[in-house]
T-cell receptor
Framework: AQKITQTQPGMFVQEKEAVTLDCTYD???????LFWYKQPSSGEMIFLIYQGSYDQQNATEGRYSLNFQKARKSANLVISASQLGDSAMYFCAMRGPNDYKLSFGAGTTVTVRA | DAGVTQSPTHLIKTRGQQVTLRCSPKSGHDTVSWYQQALGQGPQFIFQYYEEEERQRGNFPDRFSGHQFPNYSSELNVNALLLGDSALYLC???????????????FGPGTRLLVL
């Protein structure tokens, strides 16, 4: 069974600065996918970025990048040039090789200060 | 391009009652997954439907059941409601993918269920 751990319950970041959100995972499977989602207070989960376990390069999508360290089983999300609209809950999720489902971590709340 | 829609947005029920939540997938998607998100926690997978069949189920009791229609929309039914069923219920849609695939699940705004 996969387990996702997000150890930072809440973080504050100054506008225009970068912030790193931690995510570690536990799996014995060599093949898996990692996802990050953003959940504003409205409730809708918004897909941000995907990293496959066999991808050679770290994924990037605009201001979002993923610091993927396979040996350490970590997939940290980096948000550059934070904006007030980035204030939300952020979830790391994993899909294992035999799964259709996503397994989510507990999430990290990010508050961007002006 | 219509995204994932869910109805109703909010619902209040009493213990022992039954509830039906509805989901319409994103245009072009054929797979629907349901998740339960308790306050302050990450979403927990309930089940996924593809071709009108449940193809994976999470650790939820049989009180939770679902259905997918030929137009790919889906319903989540919960019988004999408990106080602990109070949560945000999220529907996600995706294109058919293999197990372990990289297809993205796109979520709707959710239905907030309160059981009194």
């Amino acid at each position: 069974a996969q387990k996702i751990t997000q150890t930072q319950p809440g973080m504050f970041v100054q506008e225009k600065e970068a912030v790193t959100l931690d995510c570690t995972y536990d799996t014995s499977d060599p093949s898996y996918g990692l996802f990050w989602y953003k959940q504003p207070s409205s409730g809708e989960m918004i897909f941000l970025i995907y990293q496959g376990s066999y991808d050679q390069q770290n994924a990037t999508e605009g201001r979002y990048s993923l610091n993927f360290q396979k040996a350490r089983k970590s997939a940290n999300l980096v948000i550059s040039a934070s904006q007030l609209g980035d204030s939300a809950m952020y979830f790391c999720a994993m899909r294992g090789p035999n799964d259709y489902k996503l397994s989510f971590g507990a999430g990290t709340t990010v508050t961007v200060r002006a | 391009d219509a995204g994932v829609t869910q109805s109703p947005t909010h619902l209040i029920k009493t213990r022992g009652q039954q509830v039906t939540l509805r989901c319409s997938p994103k245009s072009g998607h054929d797979t629907v997954s349901w998740y339960q998100q308790a306050l302050g926690q990450g979403p927990q997978f309930i089940f996924q439907y593809y071709e009108e069949e449940e193809r994976q189920r999470g650790n939820f009791p049989d009180r939770f059941s679902g259905h997918q229609f030929p137009n790919y929309s889906s319903e989540l039914n919960v019988n004999a409601l408990l106080l602990g069923d109070s949560a945000l219920y999220l529907c996600a849609s995706s294109l058919f993918g293999l197990a372990g695939g990289q297809e993205t699940q796109y979520f709707g705004p959710g239905t907030r269920l309160l059981v009194l």
